[in-house]
């Protein structure tokens, strides 16, 4: 005849896996741990029937056990709670990665009851402490209160929250591996936030041409402000690397820098990276998406290449500009973001406004404090800092060790450099990398700018152009028409008077004949084979 335990044993059993059951899916269904953890010891107590339950985590940095959660204890009584590995009951769970069962606490004078949370005992409780482990590792301790009852086993009680606190330790570790990440995470962060900052400190843009030092005087008045920047130049000038410099050295430095560039995609396609775009808004639409706006929410969004942008994503952007708020495409709840707007273009905005092809007002919204980037042919003395700068960057990134000579040197300051500091740079490079001696002569230098003339810097100096207006695009840009012309007309007149013989022309031009070679490709005069036979139509035109 089997005994009342016996019985019962059956419905023990499927009280276990009942509350396990119930543990695991709290487990499974939070990454919230402290949420997690009040579960479980809300179950315990439910299902068990275990009271004043507590879970302690051991910090290696105070060396001290402390509870992170408890059930029946005040915030205060929590806050007491902290052991030294060792120390009482619990502090020797922790230190010898044992169970301990207290049948009365009331009894053991070894219980340290720090907490102060039980009163008066008029009746016998049992305490139960497990550690918490992960793979031989103590992490902490789990303790629960039990009244005293004979029909209650406490090594079943011990095997339950043994399994219960396996399951409490790999959501601990698993915590702390998450917060390990985070942390590396953050700091990598903050390690590159830093390293932007320094690489766009003003102080590290090459440059100490009297136009560039008023650029980096506007760049940093404006940074300490959230006021929308025009950026105007030719391409290759810079206006990324300023724009970079205007977000990392302003109040949103440790915010995003989010860049768009509007002509490298059509009107629809534009308008979902911009605003973002609801599932379903069109066909391939599967999820929703945020837009470059969202994105840079609490920092900059550069818009490169604005005078591109098509008419009806103007209409929107002006909007933002003015409301700042925006709804994605294919939805209707309206969004507000916080954004710094820079932008920049190397068009003519003024012609495009004229021809009805950029808005009026919008250019209006952009241009509140514009700043113009001369091309390089226009501050030729920040040429030698230039070259110095790429040298020592791509011979460390080539493990070489190339210099130029000074003819070299003379013939890249002659150069127009129509590509501006870009082409400076790939110029540089391309000589570190096919160079196969270590000192650059001229003919090792990639065309065009082997063709370069010697003639003296004074020669190919332009006139600056007149602050406010557009920039030059490309060599034959408003401005320096009248310049143009006139060195075009006396190179024709020499080649009329020399009867089309080069040197003849050089001489009376007094330049080298390589400097007239120089002349003939760059205004696109007439082709060497043909000047003999053209002379007298030169003359005529002259």
Request: hydrophobic fraction near 40%; glycine fraction near 8%; include cysteine.
């Amino acid at each position: 005849m089997s005994s009342g335990s016996e019985r019962q044993l059956p419905n023990r059993r499927v009280l276990e896996l009942s509350t396990l059951y119930e543990i695991s899916k709290i487990l499974g269904s939070s990454l919230d741990l402290e949420r997690s953890l009040t579960g479980i010891l809300r179950i315990l107590n439910s299902f068990m029937g275990m009271r004043k339950g507590t879970i302690l985590l051991y910090d290696a940095r105070t060396k001290e056990l402390s509870i992170r959660l408890a059930l029946g204890m005040t915030p205060e009584e929590m806050a007491r709670g902290k052991y030294q590995v060792g120390e009482g009951i619990l502090g020797k769970v922790m230190q010898h990665g044992l169970p301990m069962v207290i049948p009365d606490i009331g009894q053991e004078p070894e219980f340290v009851d720090r907490t102060r949370s039980r009163g008066d005992l008029t009746q016998p409780v049992g305490f139960i402490a497990v550690p918490i482990k992960v793979g031989g590792e103590t992490l902490g301790v789990l303790s629960v209160d039990r009244l005293f009852a004979e029909e209650v086993s406490f090594e079943e009680d011990v095997r339950v929250l043994t399994i219960v606190a396996s399951l409490i330790g790999q959501a601990v570790n698993l915590q702390q591996h998450v917060m390990r990440e985070r942390e590396g995470l953050l700091e990598q962060t903050r390690s590159l936030q830093q390293a932007l900052r320094t690489r766009y400190r003003l102080d590290n843009i090459v440059g100490q041409s009297k136009w560039m030092r008023e650029i980096y005087e506007a760049v940093e008045q404006v940074s300490q402000t959230r006021a929308t920047v025009l950026i105007r130049g030719e391409s290759g000038t810079g206006k990324e690397l300023i724009a970079r410099a205007i977000h990392f050295n302003s109040p949103r430095a440790a915010g995003v820098f989010v860049r768009l560039n509007c002509a490298a995609l059509p009107q629809s396609p534009l308008e979902s990276e911009l605003f973002g775009h609801e599932k379903g808004a069109f066909i391939g639409a599967i999820a929703a998406k945020k837009g470059r706006f969202e994105l840079a929410d609490g920092g900059s969004l550069f818009l490169d290449e604005i005078g591109d942008m098509p008419m009806p994503v103007q209409v929107k952007l002006l909007r933002v500009l003015q409301e700042r708020c925006f709804e994605r495409v294919g939805g209707t709840r309206t969004i507000t973001v916080d954004v710094r707007i820079i932008a920049a273009t190397h068009k003519d905005l003024e012609a495009a406004i004229t021809r009805g092809e950029f808005r009026e007002d919008l250019y209006y919204r952009l241009n509140v404090v514009p700043i113009l980037l001369p091309p390089l042919r226009e501050r030729r003395e920040d040429i030698p800092l230039l070259i110095e700068h790429f040298l020592a960057k791509y011979n460390r990134e080539n493990n070489r060790k190339v210099r130029i000579t000074g003819r070299v040197l003379q013939t890249m300051l002659d150069y127009d450099w129509p590509g501006n500091v870009r082409e400076l740079e790939n110029c540089v490079e391309r000589m570190v990398i096919m160079t196969r001696r270590r000192l650059v002569l001229p003919e090792d230098l990639p065309l065009p700018v082997e063709t370069a003339s010697n003639e003296p810097e004074e020669a190919q100096r332009r006139p600056a152009p007149a602050r406010g207006r557009a920039p030059a695009n490309g060599p034959a840009a408003a401005g320096f028409s009248n310049l143009r012309d006139l060195e075009r007309q006396q190179v024709i007149q020499a080649l009329a008077r020399a009867n089309g013989v080069q040197a003849r022309a050089a001489a009376l031009l007094g330049i080298t004949p390589r400097q007239l070679v120089y002349r003939l490709r760059k205004y696109g005069i007439v082709r060497a084979f043909r000047l003999a036979n053209e002379a007298p139509a030169l003359a005529a035109q002259a």
